[in-house]
T-cell receptor, first 109, second 113 residues
Framework: GIQVEQSPPDLILQEGANSTLRCNFS?????LQWFHQNPWGQLINLFY???GTKQNGRLSATTVATERYSLLYISSSQTTDSGVYFC???????????FGEGTQLTVNP | DAGVTQSPTHLIKTRGQQVTLRCSPISGHKSVSWYQQVLGQGPQFIFQYYEKEERGRGNFPDRFSARQFPNYSSELNVNALLLGDSALYLC????????????FGPGTRLTVT
């Protein structure tokens, strides 16, 4: 199966700062998703982005499938952005998502 | 529209017991997947069902089983519970099988004592 690596594992920011989270995957993927996990465990869909660039408010994501990486950009961070961010890739041979270990983001006021 | 729903929210069981977790997908979605998330790690794939047939199985022992019903809801069963089965169990639904966005439910937090 594919391997998914996320960096950095931990990130501490001051409110208002910008950040970039990275996701590398070992092989071609059909699907690449970014999630935010809230303190209660709910995985919230941020982006479904097998390739290209998408933006949603202060968040944007870029996937370069040929180079096997994806980036999540958070601008003007807020305390409510705190939590764990996961990327997950779906193998071309099936529909199972393989998750990275996550990036723990803490935004301080 | 309602999202993915799971029941129960929390569950406490004793080693050796059996547990059944339930999931209802988003209306119109035909594929359901189950994931296990232990503390501090990303979710791990357990099963996927599409049109009531198993389409994928992760690296979990035979104590884990699942099924999908004609209304596309699903159950995950775990027999002979071990302490290591304590985790958050997540259900995800997608419209079809393969290369479709997956949406997750709130999870069932299982504690085995």
């Amino acid at each position: 199966g594919i391997q998914v690596e996320q960096s950095p594992p931990d990130l501490i920011l001051q409110e208002g700062a910008n950040s970039t989270l990275r996701c590398n995957f070992s092989d071609s993927v059909n699907n690449l998703q970014w999630f935010h996990q809230n303190p209660w465990g709910q995985l919230i869909n941020l982006f479904y982005i097998p390739s290209g660039t998408k933006q949603n408010g202060r968040l944007s994501a870029t996937t370069v499938a040929t180079e096997r990486y994806s980036l999540l950009y958070i601008s003007s961070s807020q305390t409510t952005d705190s939590g764990v961010y996961f990327c997950a890739g779906e193998e071309t041979s099936g529909s199972r998502l393989t998750f990275g270990e996550g990036t723990q983001l803490t935004v301080n006021p | 529209d309602a999202g993915v729903t799971q029941s129960p929210t929390h569950l406490i069981k004793t080693r050796g017991q059996q547990v059944t977790l339930r999931c209802s997908p988003i209306s119109g979605h035909k594929s359901v997947s189950w994931y296990q998330q232990v503390l501090g790690q990303g979710p791990q794939f357990i099963f996927q069902y599409y049109e009531k047939e198993e389409r994928g199985r992760g690296n979990f022992p035979d104590r884990f089983s699942a099924r999908q019903f004609p209304n596309y809801s699903s159950e995950l069963n775990v027999n002979a519970l071990l302490l290591g089965d304590s985790a958050l169990y997540l259900c995800a639904s997608s419209l079809l099988w393969g290369a479709h966005e997956q949406y997750f439910g709130p999870g069932t937090r299982l504690t085995v004592t």
